[in-house]
Antibody, heavy 121, light 109 residues
């Protein structure tokens, strides 16, 4: 059974940093692309970043480019999101999601339960 | 404004067939596989269709199709548990980003 478990969310002041993690199990992690997708309170889904199976291709939404960094450790079956210079508009539930193929332009087929990031002074 | 356009709301009765649509352009839906995601009561999203594939555990009353720059999700034999928000999504190569529709709220009457 595919499982994606996010951690690292919490309350952070504007301008500070936070690192999210996602522990994956139930599939061959290094065969698939991975994504971070967020959902602000009362809003729809927004893609944040994606990474191919071997970290060779990485992409970001314009709203986070230059502030967020996605990475993965295939030996640890883990995905990460380093978030710097956080803003109020970054406050959201952050989901880890598995791509259906190795490239990150493939649709998501599994989702985690999410970790909440609150940005407030 | 979302890159993909979905109906804000759709309703149907139990047993009815309903179709949700997702309209984009040649840079996204016209060129790439579409995913459909179900979100019940603001819980975690669940994939109900990706490309032409039905994920394991999703009942076969869900089906997907695409014609040109419009994708559709059809639910045949609507059930009360199908009431949810549904989002479509695909890759957009001109934006080099994944794009989502604004979501459709499906109500089962």
């Amino acid at each position: 059974e595919v499982q994606l478990v996010e951690s690292g969310g919490g309350l952070v002041q504007p301008g500070r940093s936070l690192r999210l993690s996602c522990a994956a199990s139930g599939f061959t992690f290094d065969d698939y692309a991975m994504h971070w997708v967020r959902q602000a309170p009362g809003k729809g889904l927004e893609w944040v970043s994606g990474i191919s199976w071997n970290s060779g291709s990485i992409g970001y939404a314009d709203s986070v480019k230059g502030r967020f960094t996605i990475s993965r450790d295939n030996a640890k079956n883990s995905l990460y999101l380093q978030m710097n210079s956080l803003r109020a508009e970054d406050m959201a539930l952050y989901y880890c999601a598995k791509g259906s193929r190795d490239g990150y332009n493939s649709p998501v087929d599994y989702w985690g339960q999410g970790t909440l990031v609150t940005v407030s002074s | 404004q979302s890159a993909l356009t979905q109906e804000a709301s759709v309703s149907g009765t139990v047993g009815q067939k309903v179709t949700l649509s997702c309209t984009g352009n040649s840079n996204n839906i016209g060129s790439y596989a579409v995913g459909w995601y179900q979100q019940i009561s603001h819980g975690a999203p669940k994939t109900v269709m990706f490309g032409n594939s039905l994920p394991s555990g999703i009942p076969d009353r869900f089906s997907g199709s695409k014609s040109g720059t419009t994708a559709s999700l059809t639910i045949s034999g609507l059930q009360p548990e199908d009431e949810a928000d549904y989002y479509c999504s695909t890759w957009d190569y001109s934006l080099s980003a994944w794009v989502f529709g604004g979501g459709t709220k499906l109500t089962v009457l």
